[in-house]
């Protein structure tokens, strides 16, 4: 058996990693090809994971469009398994990405097995997340494994009409992926990579921002960016750590803002994971628009403000400890302002258990 693990992004590579090593530990063929979707955020996180990929495309053209980048995405990974000595048996992808439709459509014309890592979740909203939704359901078209993270997202997949022996809950994998690095002897007393963040010492505690999807940019990143410098200046014992996505659209916006000049606001450069998961033990809350966030934030029992009108993510909002706030600052002041008062209980983390990668191999293996 061969399996061909497609990577793109850097959250792809968090969540497949522990896929791999599963497969790994078994003995099984496979091989790594990276498209470098996000190629600048991705390469750091190669060395973390211990894994090295067997190939890496080029998918990014500067200015390019939806449109193009899906072709040659769909070309390049065509062209990969046209020059390759052996044919996997299975490909396997993670989420929601162009990658991730770009590798199902792939598998589709050539006739090989797709596992699609992360499957079911819906927002049952095309533009929120946009192109997300879209993406993720033609990957399920596609899928002979479905490899869903909760109950949730079995229940989506069934009403699609998918096949219930397709579909396999197995926990999400981004929490088989932070355990491996916060159960380190030395995660919490490690210096901090990234030195900016020793200035956490300065303040009584510490909040995470995080904001890059499409429908934050524009208008709503204006509007984000006016409701955290009024929180900032509400909260002057407090830092805020925004880790700034690289996208010039989000990036410049940001910088070029009144919060480079507050005082308990630092804008820092895309944070390596160790760093990223310090900052989830350290910070009392979460301000995000990423999906992996909030699947990673209960692990530290940190709660999360999210960013948008609604999520595929539902299982942290029902258990109480994720809430929409969307681009509208009376919401999130006023739940900024209730977390700030009032405890939010934790049970364990509703995304996972830390052996969902096990599990997958497991699978595919037919055991």
Known sequence: M??????????????????????????????????????????????TFGIKPTQVLDVMKAGQDLSSLTSRAIDQIQGYLSNIEREPDVILAQGDTTTVMA??????????????????????????????????KVASIAAKYHFCPT??????????????????????????????ISKQADFIHSAWDNETLNQLNDFEDSVLITCHRRENQGKNLTVIIKSIEE??????????????????????????????????????K???????????????????????????????????????????RPEGVTAGVAFLVGAKPESLKSKF??????????????????HAGKHIANILQGI
Request: net charge negative.
């Open 2 to 47: 061969k399996i061909s693990f497609i990577i793109g992004t850097r959250p792809e590579l968090i969540k497949i990693a522990p896929v791999i090593w599963a497969i790994k530990d078994k003995g099984i063929d496979y091989d790594v090809i990276n498209t470098a979707q996000h190629r600048d955020l991705l390469d750091p996180y190669w060395n």
């Open 103 to 136: 590798s199902a459509i792939v598998s589709f014309y050539n006739k090989i097995d797709f596992a699609h890592l992360e499957a079911g979740l819906r927002s049952f909203d095309f533009n929120n997340p946009f192109p997300e939704e879209f993406n993720r």
């Open 151 to 180: 109950t949730v997202s079995k229940k989506n997949l069934i009403a699609e009409g998918i096949n219930k022996d397709k579909i396999h809950v197995v926990g999400n994998t981004v929490v088989d992926a932070l355990e491996g």
């Open 231 to 268: 929180i900032a200046h509400d909260n002057p014992n407090t830092v805020f750590v925004w880790s700034l996505h690289p996208n010039p659209n989000v990036r410049q916006h940001i910088i070029d803002s009144k919060l480079a000049n507050c005082s308990n606001v630092l804008l820092v």
């Open 270 to 312: 895309p944070l390596i994971y160790r760093d990223l998961l310090k900052m989830l033990h350290h910070s009392f809350c979460v301000i995000s628009d990423s999906g992996g966030i909030q699947e990673e934030a209960p692990s530290f029992q940190t709660p999360v403000l999210v960013l948008r009108e609604t999520t595929e």
């Open 337 to 354: 302002d209730y977390i700030r008062k009032n405890k939010v209980t934790f049970e364990t983390n509703p995304y996972g258990d830390g």
